[in-house]
C-alpha cells in the first residue's frame, strides 16, 4: 500500500521542524493559482467512507498533513487505503478497531466525527475528547446529545467518549434534532449517524457550509437519501445499508479565498481556478466592498482586479453563506492596511485573535477588544521574524509578508502544511519571492532570492 506517511517529508515532529519561510515582500503577483480539493470536505468525506463495506474512490484529496494524520488513524483502525496523486482508495469492509487513538485525534480535531460512522457501522465507538486548540474551547456537546437523540448511550470517562446503541436495537433510531448552534461538525457527525439509522432523522438549524453539501453528496453517491443539505433543515431518510462509490471533492473555498486575498494585498490581478463562485459569494461581496472588481471569467474561474487603496470595512464572521471565519485572519492582514479605521467581529471562536500581536509586530496598529480587533490602516507594513500560531493566522503572516517591506521570517509551518498544499510553489508560480529553509538562525545565511523563478 502507497503510505501518505513518505509524501509528507514533515510528518517527523512537525512541531519541530527547524524550517521557515522567508518572504521578499513587494513584488507583484500575476497569472492564475490552481486551487485544490477542500481540506473540511476531504477529512469529512474520508471519515464518511467508513460508512460503507465496499471500495470508496475519492478524487481530488489534497495532500495535507491534517490528511496523513486521518490516513493514520484509518490505519490504526485497520481499515485500508492507498493514495496516488490526489486519489484515495479506501476499503473499509473490516473495521478492527471500534477506539480511535488518543495521540492522534488530539492533533487532529475534524477526527471527532469518525464517532457517527463507527457508532452506525459498529454499533460502538471510543473516541477521545478533542480537547481546546489554539483558536477556542472546541467543544462537542452538540454531537454528543445529537446522538443521544438518536438511541446512544454516550458516557465520558477520563476523556474518552464511549458511545454505543443502547438496549437491545441494532441500530440507531432516527430523530428531530435541534442544534443550538450551526455547528459544521456537529452537522457532518449526525449527517453521517443518521445515513444507517432505522427511520426519518431531522436536523434543524444544520450548518449549511459546502462542506456539509459536500458530505450529503458523497453519502448519496453511497446510497444514503438525504434532502435539504445546504439549507437550515436536513432530513435523512435512513438505510440499512450503503454501497461502493466514486466521488470528486469540491474545491478548496477557503484556500481560493486566500489567494484572492493574496491578489489584494499586493494589489495584483490574479486568477484562482478550480472554484464555485457561490461558494465565495461572502467573500466576493468583502472583496468588493474593499474596491476590488471580481470577474468570473469562465463557471469556474475568478479573478480579482484591486484598486491601488483598500478601503476600511466593518464585518463580521458568520456561519455560511456570510464571512467564513477561516479567511478572518488573512483579511485583517489586508485591512493592516486599508485607508482609515477597519472593524473585524469574530463571532464563532473565541480565541481567534491571536495573529493581532504579530502583524503588529510587522507595524500593524490593531487593538483587540473583547472579540473585536480595531485596525488602523498603515501606509507599510515590515519585514520581520514572526511565528504562526494556527492555520490560517499563519497564513495571514505569509500575505502580510508579500506586501511588507523587506523580508519576513514565518515560522510554525507545520499549522500552514496542514491545511495548504504548495503553498509556496503555488506563490512562486505568479512570481512571488518566498522559499522554505532551514531557519537563518541556524543556517547562519543570509536570504537569498535570485534563485526564485517569478
Ligand atoms: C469547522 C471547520 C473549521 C471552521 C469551522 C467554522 C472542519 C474540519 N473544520 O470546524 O475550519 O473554522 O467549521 O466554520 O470542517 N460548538 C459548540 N458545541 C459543539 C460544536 C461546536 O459550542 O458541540 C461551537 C464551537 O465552539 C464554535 C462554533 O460552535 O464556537 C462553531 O464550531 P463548528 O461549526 O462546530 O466548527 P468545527 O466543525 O469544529
Redesign the pocket.
Known amino acids: 500500500m502507497t503510505s501518505l506517511l513518505n509524501s509528507h517529508s514533515l510528518l517527523i515532529a512537525p512541531e519541530k521542524s527547524n524550517l521557515e519561510l522567508q518572504i521578499l515582500g513587494g513584488y507583484p503577483l500575476q497569472g492564475e493559482v490552481r486551487i485544490s480539493g477542500a481540506k473540511?470536505s476531504a477529512?469529512?468525506v474520508t471519515a464518511g467512507a467508513l460508512l460503507c463495506p465496499d471500495d470508496c474512490c475519492i478524487r481530488h484529496v489534497p495532500s495535507l498533513l491534517d490528511m496523513t494524520w486521518m490516513g493514520q488513524i484509518l490505519s490504526s483502525l485497520g481499515v485500508k487505503w492507498e493514495k496516488h496523486g490526489d486519489v484515495l482508495d479506501i476499503n473499509a469492509s473490516h473495521i478492527s478497531q471500534s477506539a480511535a487513538p488518543s495521540e492522534l485525534v488530539g492533533r487532529l480535531?475534524?477526527s471527532f466525527f469518525l464517532i457517527g460512522p463507527l457508532l452506525a457501522r459498529l454499533g460502538v465507538a471510543q473516541v477521545p475528547l478533542p480537547g481546546g486548540c489554539a483558536i477556542?474551547?472546541?467543544?462537542?456537546?452538540?454531537?454528543i446529545r445529537g446522538l443521544q437523540a438518536m438511541g446512544a448511550d454516550v458516557q465520558i470517562k477520563q476523556g474518552i467518549v464511549h458511545a454505543c446503541i443502547s438496549g437491545n436495537k441494532r441500530r440507531l433510531q432516527g430523530a428531530r434534532i435541534y442544534l443550538d448552534?450551526p455547528?459544521?461538525?456537529?452537522t457532518e457527525t449526525l449527517i453521517m449517524a443518521a445515513t444507517l439509522a432505522e427511520g426519518e432523522t431531522m436536523i434543524q438549524n444544520a450548518?449549511q457550509?459546502p462542506?456539509v453539501v459536500d458530505l450529503a453528496n458523497f453519502c448519496r453517491t453511497m446510497g444514503a437519501k438525504i434532502q435539504g443539505a445546504g439549507t437550515k433543515t436536513i432530513a435523512i431518510s435512513g438505510v440499512p445499508s450503503l454501497h461502493s462509490a466514486e466521488y470528486s471533492i469540491i474545491p478548496d473555498r477557503i484556500e481560493a479565498g486566500t489567494f484572492l486575498l493574496a491578489g489584494a494585498i499586493t494589489h495584483s490581478q490574479l486568477s484562482v481556478a478550480p472554484v464555485n463562485p457561490q461558494h465565495l459569494i461572502g467573500v466576493i461581496d468583502t472583496l468588493r466592498a474593499l474596491g476590488a472588481a471580481i470577474f468570473a471569467d469562465a463557471s469556474n474561474r475568478l479573478r480579482i482586479v484591486p484598486k491601488q487603496q483598500h478601503v476600511a470595512i466593518a464585518i463580521e464572521t458568520a456561519?455560511y453563506p456570510g464571512f467564513?471565519?477561516?479567511l478572518q485572519a488573512q483579511l485583517m492582514a489586508i485591512l493592516a492596511l486599508s485607508q482609515g479605521s477597519s472593524i473585524i467581529s469574530e463571532t464563532?471562536?473565541e480565541n481567534r485573535l491571536q495573529h493581532v500581536t504579530e502583524l503588529n509586530r510587522m507595524g500593524a496598529d490593531i487593538r483587540v477588544r473583547r472579540s473585536h480587533a480595531i485596525i488602523r490602516g498603515v501606509s507599510q507594513l515590515t519585514g520581520t521574524e514572526v511565528v504562526g500560531t494556527d492555520l490560517r493566522a499563519s497564513a495571514a503572516l505569509a500575505l502580510a509578508g508579500l506586501a511588507a517591506d523587506g523580508i519576513t521570517s514565518l515560522k510554525g509551518l507545520h499549522h500552514l502544511d496542514r491545511g495548504y498544499e504548495n503553498f509556496e510553489q503555488k506563490l512562486q508560480q505568479v512570481g512571488a519571492k518566498i522559499q522554505r529553509v532551514q531557519s537563518q538562525a541556524e543556517s547562519g545565511k543570509e536570504p537569498v532570492f535570485s534563485t526564485l523563478h517569478g
Open positions: 473540511n477529512l469529512v480535531r475534524a477556542g474551547a472546541r467543544p462537542v456537546e452538540l454531537h448552534f455547528s459544521v461538525g456537529a450548518a457550509e462542506e456561519p467564513p471565519t477561516d464563532i471562536f
